[in-house]
């Protein structure tokens, strides 16, 4: 089965500071990862994903994601944070060519950013 | 741009009713899924689709119902509403195909009140 775990429930920024979300997973297999993010009063949207490859991914709006296969980690990252960052952040694990697509998304983690 | 869109995005309900969310994409997509979103609680998954007529459970699939009966459209059916099925509804949809690599892709929401 496949797991994944956002230690932090809440974190919280100063603007022009980095941030980062962290993430964990737990599967048998080389996963899929993603980054999805829920501005307030709008939907999920997909941020960024990692299939294979340079394990440092980059996404929109400045996020970046590193992906560490002995940490089973897939922490979000970035260099500089805006108060319109502020939004909840979900992580993902998908199996490839399992479960119909299925993926199992964290608890998700309320980013703020504080001017 | 891929579109997914639901039917309400809010609704008000009485315990005991039949309640229809609907959901289209068209982007051509196998995959759809109907989540729920409680605060602390992150996204739970009630069912998926990778196919026309197939539906699969999810983790939370119990006093919910789902048809597709075309590839574009995925209906979630409350039998019987009750007020613990107040909620945000999450719809998605994803495909396994090269460059998407099961990306999902979300609808707004749909919050649902049952009264």
């Known amino acids: 089965a496949q797991s994944v775990a956002q230690p932090e429930d809440q974190v919280n920024v100063a603007e022009g500071n980095p941030l980062t979300v962290k993430c964990t997973y737990s599967?048998?297999?080389?996963?899929?990862l993603f980054w999805y993010v829920q501005y307030p009063n709008r939907g999920l949207q997909f941020l960024l994903k990692y299939i294979t490859g340079d394990n440092l991914v980059k996404g929109s709006y400045g996020f970046e994601a590193e992906f560490n296969k002995s940490q089973t980690s897939f922490h979000l990252k970035k260099p500089s944070a805006l108060v319109s960052d502020s939004a909840l952040y979900f992580c993902a694990v998908r199996i490839p060519n399992t479960n119909a697509g299925k993926s199992t998304f964290g608890d998700g983690t309320t980013l703020t950013v504080k001017p | 741009d891929v579109k997914v869109t639901q039917s309400s995005r809010y609704l008000v309900k009485r315990t005991g009713e039949k309640v229809f969310l609907e959901c289209v994409q068209d982007?051509?997509?196998?995959?759809m899924f109907w989540y729920r979103q409680d605060p602390g609680l992150g996204l739970r998954l009630i069912y998926f689709?990778?196919?026309?007529?197939?539906?699969e459970k999810g983790d939370i699939p119990e006093g919910y119902s789902v048809s597709r009966e075309k590839k574009e459209r995925f209906s979630l059916i409350l039998e019987s509403a009750s007020t613990n099925q107040t909620s945000m509804y999450l719809c998605?949809?994803?495909?396994?195909?090269?460059?998407?690599?099961?990306?999902?892709?979300f609808g707004p929401g749909t919050r649902l009140t049952v009264l």
């Open positions: 689709s990778y196919d026309v007529k197939m539906k």
């Open positions: 599967v048998s297999g080389n996963p899929y």
């Open positions: 982007m051509d997509h196998e995959n």
């Open positions: 998605a949809s994803s495909s396994p195909g090269p460059g998407a690599l099961d990306t999902q892709y």
